[in-house]
Protein backbone atom coordinates (compact mmCIF):
# COMPACT_ATOMS: atom_id res chain seq x y z
CA UNK A 1 0.00 0.00 0.00
CA UNK A 2 1.29 3.80 -0.72
CA UNK A 3 1.59 6.47 1.77
CA UNK A 4 -0.16 9.93 0.73
CA UNK A 5 1.64 11.81 -1.84
CA UNK A 6 3.18 14.71 0.14
CA UNK A 7 3.24 16.93 -2.75
CA UNK A 8 -1.13 16.93 -3.63
CA UNK A 9 -2.71 16.20 -6.60
CA UNK A 10 -3.37 19.71 -7.69
CA UNK A 11 -3.00 20.96 -10.71
CA UNK A 12 -0.29 22.76 -10.06
CA UNK A 13 1.69 19.91 -8.69
CA UNK A 14 0.52 18.07 -12.29
CA UNK A 15 2.46 21.43 -14.10
CA UNK A 16 4.93 21.10 -11.64
CA UNK A 17 5.54 16.55 -12.75
CA UNK A 18 5.59 18.06 -16.84
CA UNK A 19 7.84 20.61 -15.98
CA UNK A 20 10.59 18.71 -14.35
CA UNK A 21 10.06 15.66 -16.83
CA UNK A 22 10.35 17.98 -19.91
CA UNK A 23 13.36 20.03 -18.40
CA UNK A 24 15.76 16.42 -17.08
CA UNK A 25 14.40 14.41 -20.65
CA UNK A 26 18.09 13.83 -22.09
CA UNK A 27 19.58 13.68 -18.43
CA UNK A 28 17.32 10.81 -17.34
CA UNK A 29 15.87 9.37 -20.13
CA UNK A 30 18.49 9.58 -22.77
CA UNK A 31 20.14 6.28 -22.46
CA UNK A 32 16.56 4.39 -21.70
CA UNK A 33 15.71 2.89 -25.20
CA UNK A 34 13.83 -0.57 -25.34
CA UNK A 35 13.82 -3.07 -28.15
CA UNK A 36 10.82 -3.02 -30.78
CA UNK A 37 8.55 -5.83 -29.46
CA UNK A 38 8.95 -5.48 -25.73
CA UNK A 39 6.48 -5.26 -23.24
CA UNK A 40 7.26 -2.71 -20.69
CA UNK A 41 5.58 -2.21 -17.46
CA UNK A 42 5.74 1.72 -15.88
CA UNK A 43 5.16 1.07 -12.53
CA UNK A 44 3.43 4.42 -10.60
CA UNK A 45 3.00 6.68 -13.88
CA UNK A 46 1.09 8.91 -11.99
CA UNK A 47 0.37 11.89 -14.58
CA UNK A 48 1.79 10.57 -17.21
CA UNK A 49 4.49 13.06 -17.63
CA UNK A 50 7.06 9.78 -18.01
CA UNK A 51 5.07 7.99 -20.08
CA UNK A 52 5.07 10.42 -22.89
CA UNK A 53 8.75 10.47 -22.67
CA UNK A 54 9.47 6.94 -22.74
CA UNK A 55 6.73 5.87 -25.33
CA UNK A 56 8.12 8.68 -27.86
CA UNK A 57 11.84 6.90 -27.32
CA UNK A 58 10.59 3.88 -27.76
CA UNK A 59 8.19 3.96 -30.44
CA UNK A 60 8.60 0.27 -31.39
CA UNK A 61 7.66 -1.32 -27.83
CA UNK A 62 4.61 -1.53 -25.86
CA UNK A 63 3.96 0.41 -22.32
CA UNK A 64 1.65 -0.53 -19.89
CA UNK A 65 1.72 2.21 -17.50
CA UNK A 66 -0.40 1.55 -13.84
CA UNK A 67 -1.00 3.98 -10.34
CA UNK A 68 -3.00 3.82 -7.86
CA UNK A 69 -4.67 6.83 -8.29
CA UNK A 70 -7.78 7.14 -10.98
CA UNK A 71 -7.62 11.47 -10.63
CA UNK A 72 -3.94 11.04 -11.91
CA UNK A 73 -4.64 8.27 -14.50
CA UNK A 74 -7.17 10.78 -16.09
CA UNK A 75 -4.36 13.46 -17.06
CA UNK A 76 -2.22 10.86 -17.77
CA UNK A 77 -4.90 9.42 -20.48
CA UNK A 78 -5.36 13.51 -21.81
CA UNK A 79 -1.68 14.06 -21.75
CA UNK A 80 -1.10 10.61 -23.94
CA UNK A 81 -3.96 11.94 -26.41
CA UNK A 82 -2.50 15.44 -26.85
CA UNK A 83 0.60 14.00 -27.45
CA UNK A 84 -0.64 11.46 -29.96
CA UNK A 85 0.79 8.69 -27.90
CA UNK A 86 -0.07 5.38 -29.20
CA UNK A 87 2.05 2.80 -27.67
CA UNK A 88 0.96 3.19 -23.96
CA UNK A 89 -2.27 1.37 -21.98
CA UNK A 90 -3.11 2.76 -18.50
CA UNK A 91 -4.25 0.69 -16.00
CA UNK A 92 -5.42 1.31 -12.10
CA UNK A 93 -3.12 -0.90 -10.47
CA UNK A 94 -1.57 -0.69 -7.04
CA UNK A 95 2.72 -2.32 -7.15
CA UNK A 96 1.78 -4.87 -4.00
CA UNK A 97 -1.24 -6.68 -6.08
CA UNK A 98 -0.76 -6.16 -10.14
CA UNK A 99 -3.35 -7.94 -11.88
CA UNK A 100 -0.06 -9.94 -14.26
CA UNK A 101 1.06 -12.96 -14.48
CA UNK A 102 4.48 -14.50 -13.25
CA UNK A 103 7.47 -13.12 -15.95
CA UNK A 104 4.89 -10.71 -17.77
CA UNK A 105 6.96 -8.05 -18.80
CA UNK A 106 10.32 -7.60 -20.21
CA UNK A 107 11.36 -4.49 -18.73
CA UNK A 108 9.99 -2.79 -15.37
CA UNK A 109 10.51 1.41 -15.35
CA UNK A 110 9.99 2.85 -11.95
CA UNK A 111 10.43 6.44 -11.52
CA UNK A 112 9.64 8.99 -8.61
CA UNK A 113 7.86 6.31 -6.81
CA UNK A 114 9.80 4.58 -4.22
CA UNK A 115 10.81 7.49 -2.19
CA UNK A 116 6.88 7.77 -1.30
CA UNK A 117 6.81 4.11 -0.18
CA UNK A 118 7.41 2.54 3.34
CA UNK A 119 8.02 -0.58 2.02
CA UNK A 120 10.41 -0.11 -1.07
CA UNK A 121 11.98 -3.45 -1.08
CA UNK A 122 8.73 -5.53 -0.57
CA UNK A 123 7.48 -3.09 -3.77
CA UNK A 124 10.73 -3.56 -5.96
CA UNK A 125 10.20 -7.40 -5.10
CA UNK A 126 6.29 -7.51 -6.47
CA UNK A 127 7.66 -5.79 -9.51
CA UNK A 128 9.74 -8.73 -10.06
CA UNK A 129 7.24 -11.17 -9.78
CA UNK A 130 6.04 -10.06 -13.25
CA UNK A 131 9.71 -9.43 -14.97
CA UNK A 132 10.70 -12.33 -17.09
CA UNK A 133 14.02 -13.93 -16.29
CA UNK A 134 17.03 -11.97 -17.62
CA UNK A 135 14.51 -9.05 -17.84
CA UNK A 136 15.58 -5.71 -16.60
CA UNK A 137 14.28 -2.80 -13.96
CA UNK A 138 15.14 0.75 -14.24
CA UNK A 139 14.69 3.05 -10.83
CA UNK A 140 15.01 6.71 -11.05
CA UNK A 141 14.96 8.45 -7.60
CA UNK A 142 16.20 11.84 -6.10
CA UNK A 143 17.25 12.31 -3.07
CA UNK A 144 16.83 16.05 -1.40
CA UNK A 145 20.00 15.95 0.84
CA UNK A 146 22.14 16.17 -1.86
CA UNK A 147 20.93 20.12 -2.63
CA UNK A 148 23.21 22.57 -1.99
CA UNK A 149 23.24 26.26 -3.42
CA UNK A 150 24.60 29.32 -3.58
CA UNK A 151 23.91 31.66 -1.76
CA UNK A 152 23.70 29.49 1.38
CA UNK A 153 20.68 29.61 3.44
CA UNK A 154 20.03 28.60 6.25
CA UNK A 155 16.46 29.09 6.17
CA UNK A 156 16.55 27.51 2.36
CA UNK A 157 18.49 24.30 4.25
CA UNK A 158 15.90 24.36 6.49
CA UNK A 159 12.77 24.29 3.89
CA UNK A 160 14.22 21.80 2.24
CA UNK A 161 14.51 19.86 5.33
CA UNK A 162 10.69 20.40 6.40
CA UNK A 163 9.95 18.58 2.80
CA UNK A 164 12.54 15.91 4.18
CA UNK A 165 10.67 15.47 7.34
CA UNK A 166 6.93 15.41 5.81
CA UNK A 167 7.99 13.13 3.61
CA UNK A 168 9.03 10.67 6.74
CA UNK A 169 6.57 11.77 8.70
CA UNK A 170 4.14 10.15 5.13
CA UNK A 171 6.27 6.78 5.58
CA UNK A 172 8.73 7.81 2.47
CA UNK A 173 12.02 8.81 2.23
CA UNK A 174 13.22 11.57 0.16
CA UNK A 175 16.72 10.67 0.74
CA UNK A 176 16.21 7.59 -1.08
CA UNK A 177 18.34 7.87 -3.93
CA UNK A 178 22.00 6.67 -2.38
CA UNK A 179 20.29 3.70 -1.06
CA UNK A 180 19.58 2.31 -4.42
CA UNK A 181 21.82 0.00 -4.84
CA UNK A 182 21.13 -2.32 -1.47
CA UNK A 183 17.40 -1.64 -2.22
CA UNK A 184 17.83 -3.67 -5.29
CA UNK A 185 20.01 -6.12 -4.01
CA UNK A 186 17.85 -7.09 -1.00
CA UNK A 187 14.70 -7.40 -3.27
CA UNK A 188 16.41 -10.33 -5.57
CA UNK A 189 18.05 -8.23 -8.46
CA UNK A 190 21.12 -9.42 -10.41
CA UNK A 191 24.07 -7.16 -11.79
CA UNK A 192 22.84 -3.74 -10.09
CA UNK A 193 24.12 -0.66 -11.11
CA UNK A 194 24.02 2.93 -10.57
CA UNK A 195 24.78 6.20 -11.71
CA UNK A 196 24.46 9.78 -10.20
CA UNK A 197 22.92 12.47 -12.82
CA UNK A 198 23.50 15.81 -11.06
CA UNK A 199 21.96 19.13 -11.71
CA UNK A 200 23.94 22.06 -11.71
CA UNK A 201 22.56 25.36 -12.45
CA UNK A 202 24.33 28.92 -13.06
CA UNK A 203 23.14 32.02 -14.81
CA UNK A 204 25.05 31.01 -17.68
CA UNK A 205 22.19 27.98 -18.11
CA UNK A 206 18.60 29.45 -18.49
CA UNK A 207 16.66 26.59 -19.51
CA UNK A 208 17.84 24.92 -16.12
CA UNK A 209 17.14 28.05 -13.67
CA UNK A 210 13.76 28.06 -14.98
CA UNK A 211 13.10 24.81 -16.09
CA UNK A 212 14.81 23.37 -12.60
CA UNK A 213 15.81 25.66 -10.08
CA UNK A 214 12.51 27.72 -10.13
CA UNK A 215 9.56 25.24 -11.32
CA UNK A 216 10.72 21.78 -10.49
CA UNK A 217 12.93 21.80 -7.15
CA UNK A 218 11.57 25.36 -5.73
CA UNK A 219 8.22 24.67 -6.61
CA UNK A 220 7.97 21.27 -4.97
CA UNK A 221 9.33 22.89 -1.86
CA UNK A 222 6.88 25.69 -2.06
CA UNK A 223 3.94 23.24 -2.34
CA UNK A 224 3.97 22.00 0.79
CA UNK A 225 4.27 25.69 3.33
CA UNK A 226 0.82 24.45 4.21
CA UNK A 227 1.69 21.49 5.88
CA UNK A 228 5.07 22.53 7.25
CA UNK A 229 3.51 25.66 9.56
CA UNK A 230 0.57 23.27 10.08
CA UNK A 231 2.34 20.66 11.54
CA UNK A 232 4.70 23.01 13.32
CA UNK A 233 8.25 22.26 11.62
CA UNK A 234 8.68 26.17 11.19
CA UNK A 235 7.15 29.10 11.71
CA UNK A 236 5.81 31.05 8.72
CA UNK A 237 8.45 33.83 8.88
CA UNK A 238 11.23 31.22 8.33
CA UNK A 239 9.36 29.48 5.93
CA UNK A 240 8.98 32.81 3.90
CA UNK A 241 12.48 33.34 4.61
CA UNK A 242 13.42 29.63 2.92
CA UNK A 243 11.34 30.24 0.42
CA UNK A 244 12.72 33.57 -0.68
CA UNK A 245 16.20 32.20 -0.82
CA UNK A 246 15.64 29.55 -2.54
CA UNK A 247 14.80 31.69 -5.31
CA UNK A 248 17.39 33.97 -4.50
CA UNK A 249 19.82 31.29 -5.80
CA UNK A 250 17.67 31.30 -9.20
CA UNK A 251 19.12 35.04 -9.99
CA UNK A 252 22.09 35.55 -12.22
CA UNK A 253 24.71 35.14 -9.45
CA UNK A 254 23.09 31.99 -7.52
CA UNK A 255 23.99 28.51 -8.32
CA UNK A 256 21.98 25.44 -7.60
CA UNK A 257 23.04 21.95 -7.81
CA UNK A 258 21.27 18.42 -7.12
CA UNK A 259 21.20 14.64 -8.05
CA UNK A 260 19.20 12.49 -8.77
CA UNK A 261 20.22 8.50 -8.90
CA UNK A 262 19.96 6.05 -12.33
CA UNK A 263 20.26 2.34 -11.07
CA UNK A 264 19.88 -0.61 -13.55
CA UNK A 265 19.82 -4.28 -12.80
CA UNK A 266 18.34 -7.39 -13.91
CA UNK A 267 15.89 -10.44 -13.03
Known sequence: MATDYVHGYSTDESTRLADQAATLTDLLH?????APGSRVLEAGCGVGA???????NSPDASFTSVDVSARSLAQARRRAREAGTANVAFQQADIFDLPFPDEH???VFVCFVLEHLPNPVEALAALRRVLRPGG???VIEGDHGSTYFHPDSAYARGAVQCLVDLQRRAGGDSLIGRQLYPLLVRAGYQDVGV???MVYVDGSRPDLVEGFTRRTFTAMVEGVGEQAVGQGLVDEASWAAGIRDLYRTAEDDGTFCYTFFKAAATR
Not at 30 to 34: E, L
Not at 50 to 56: K, N, R, T
Open 30 to 34: GDVRY
Open 195 to 197: SPR
Open 105 to 107: FDH
Open 50 to 56: QSVILAA
Open 136 to 138: SVT
